[in-house]
């Protein structure tokens, strides 16, 4: 402190001034570093312990679907399923086309339905 004593006030501001500044520099890059480890740790707890957690509730759905698939499979009356279950592939392609192909022509005659009727609509 002896030595702060005999310089003029000039100096002793930016002596401070300076102090300042380094321990603002120092803070900022301590500051930084630590961000970027907490960031890496983020990062490293998303993709060990989150996504597992994700794959898992996938599997999950992807089990339900299949358990539930079986059922529909066992307690089914349809055509096309039964075929494929006798393992008579082409005939049960077939079955189901024809199914698709009436669903289809439905699906396609609502959307002119509908059509027709907005077109009715908007001349209004």
Same mark, same amino acid.
């Given at each position: ?11 002793? %501001? ?6 300042? &500044? ?25 993709? /060990? ?11 999950? &759905? ?7 698939? &079986? %059922? ?7 055509? @096309? ?8 592939? /082409?005939? @049960? ?8 192909? +009436?669903?289809?022509? +439905? ?5 002119? /339905?509908?059509? &027709? ?8």
């Amino acid at each position: 402190m002896g030595a702060l004593r005999n310089l003029s006030i000039y100096r002793k %501001l930016l002596v401070m001034v300076i102090i300042s &500044t380094i321990s603002l520099v120092a803070v900022a890059v301590i500051s930084y570093l630590y961000t970027q480890r907490i960031a890496d740790s983020s990062e490293s707890m998303y993709n /060990d312990r989150l996504q597992p957690i994700r794959q898992l509730g996938q599997i999950h &759905t992807n089990n339900r679907a299949i358990d539930a698939n &079986t %059922l529909e499979m066992i307690l089914s009356k349809d055509e @096309a399923i039964q075929l494929a279950q006798d393992e008579k592939g /082409d005939e @049960a392609y077939n079955v189901f086309s024809k199914q698709i192909l +009436t669903l289809c022509t +439905t699906i396609n005659n609502t959307l002119n /339905d509908l059509q &027709t009727i907005n077109k009715a609509f908007i001349k209004k």
